[in-house]
């Protein structure tokens, strides 16, 4: 299980150990290149400086701990000065005593400010390595919130396209069980019955599909057609025309992006007119755009604009809220026809297979279409 900001500790450890040893492997070729250059290299030296340099890397050990573990911020401040004094004293007693032991160096007789300017000396070490380690820490701690910060802004934005994913099945049931309580209290039982078990059939399908997975536009299509199955129980006046080209069949979109809207075309096209409704679903691929339109009969005689409510209102939202403003939806009211008309990105998906091109269905289609079409997609 990944550990929280909480139980994180900046730097960690890997990076701190790459950060110690390049910093005192470079303070090893700086004493090399000055010993080069007045002359006085010689194979005692550089033994000496590599010793030296791995006992500085040594004592930045528990000086990392210290910073790593000290976070709030007035301490840690006490505690970075507190470890580069206690890691200079030691560091310049160790320096000292390695060159009295292998050179026999004598300290001079002003001890104690030679003692003290040692010591200041590789405090300056001890205070870059500080901040070097610090920056590094804090560094690595920007980069995590701001990975953190991303993944949480991505899984709310999941959540809220479920959310509006999970509002069509709702709304759709509502419209079905009305339908099926109109046909019990005219006595049509059989045809009930017959639409019950469509609906189960259709539910079986959709609670199967990934509601952030997208689908191709062709699978969406077959959808519909079983919508159709179920609206035409009750109605015997309704088709559907599709003209859609082949790459636009193919093309990926957010799964029942097109239920809403097929359902706002029936039930007005069906209340504006003489009982007969078509509805057409046009869809290409234009500039690398998916265009889709869903347009359906309306009596002249009609006020108003239909269908703004849920449907359209849920469908825009899911829009705006998975392409921002690469996607769009216009609502066209004309005098005798009422079209939805849908922008999006462009996402070829495999290819599917159209024949023919432009294709009219009247009345029900068997589900099986529907269900071998799903099972495809799995």
Not at 282 to 292: H, K, T, V
């Given at each position: ?15 701190a150990a790459v ?98 300017y040692i010591a ?259």
């Amino acid at each position: 299980m990944p550990r929280t900001t909480a139980s994180r500790r900046f730097p960690t450890l890997a990076s701190a150990a790459v950060l110690t040893v390049a910093f005192w492997t470079a303070s090893f070729l700086l004493n090399e290149v000055g010993d080069l250059i007045d002359g006085s290299a010689r194979p005692l030296l550089l033994g000496l400086h590599a010793v030296a340099a791995t006992v500085g890397i040594l004592i930045c050990v528990p000086l990392h701990l210290l910073l790593r573990h000290v976070r709030r911020a007035p301490w840690r401040l006490i505690a970075a000065v507190a470890g580069i004094v206690v890691a200079a004293i030691l560091y310049r007693d160790f320096a000292l005593f390695l060159r009295r032991v292998a050179l026999n160096e004598v300290d001079p007789p002003w001890d104690w400010l030679w003692r003290l300017y040692i010591a200041v000396y590789w405090g300056i070490f001890f205070l870059a390595w500080t901040a070097l380690h610090l920056a590094l820490g804090y560094g690595q701690y920007g980069r995590f919130e701001s990975e953190r910060s991303r993944r949480l802004e991505a899984l709310a934005h999941d959540a809220q396209l479920r959310a509006l994913r999970y509002q069509i099945d709702p709304h759709f049931l509502f419209n079905t069980l009305n339908s099926m309580s109109a046909l019990v209290i005219t006595g049509r039982a059989a045809q009930a019955e017959r639409m019950i078990g469509r609906v189960a059939r259709y539910f079986e399908t959709t609670l199967a599909i990934d509601p952030l997975q997208d689908v191709p536009l062709e699978t969406e299509l077959v959808l519909q057609r079983a919508y159709l199955e179920i609206e035409a129980v009750r109605s015997d006046g309704l088709s559907i025309r599709e003209t859609v080209s082949a790459d636009a069949a193919a093309a990926l979109v957010p799964p029942l992006l097109l239920q809403p809207l097929v359902e706002n075309a029936i039930k007005h096209g069906r209340s504006s007119t003489d009982g007969k409704s078509v509805v057409t679903i046009a869809a290409e691929i234009c500039d690398r755009e998916l265009r889709l339109t869903i347009e359906n009969d309306k009596a002249p005689s009609a006020r108003g604009r239909p269908g703004t409510g849920t449907g359209l209102r849920n469908t825009r939202e899911r829009l705006e809220r998975r392409y921002g403003a690469a996607a769009s939806l216009r609502i066209v009211d004309g005098r005798s026809r009422f079209a939805v008309a849908l922008r999006l990105p462009y996402s070829p998906g495999p290819a599917v297979v159209r024949a023919p091109q432009v294709r009219t269905i009247a009345g029900p289609e068997p589900l099986d279409i529907l269900r071998s079409a799903a099972g495809s997609e799995g």
